[in-house]
């Protein structure tokens, strides 16, 4: 059981993360950028970082049309 459930009041919607955009969504806490993620994420998955980056920024971009992150705008 490694899904996460999260609601959205923004959508009045429950969304099922799967294992990799719980995790992403996780390291999403105001601090970090999709560049420190895919950072953070490019030793376990053993790839470097720039091929991690369009897939983060998309699920990023993806929750934050749902409603479950709020962007930071610099």
Known sequence: ???LVAYSPATSQAVSL????RVIWELCDGTRTVD??????SE???VPPEALCRDVQVAVDQMC????????EP
């Open 1 to 3: 059981l490694d899904e």
């Open 18 to 21: 799967n294992v990799s955009a």
């Open 36 to 41: 420190d993620i895919c950072n953070e994420l």
């Open 44 to 46: 376990p998955a053993g």
């Open 65 to 72: 049309e749902l409603g479950l992150l709020t962007a930071n």
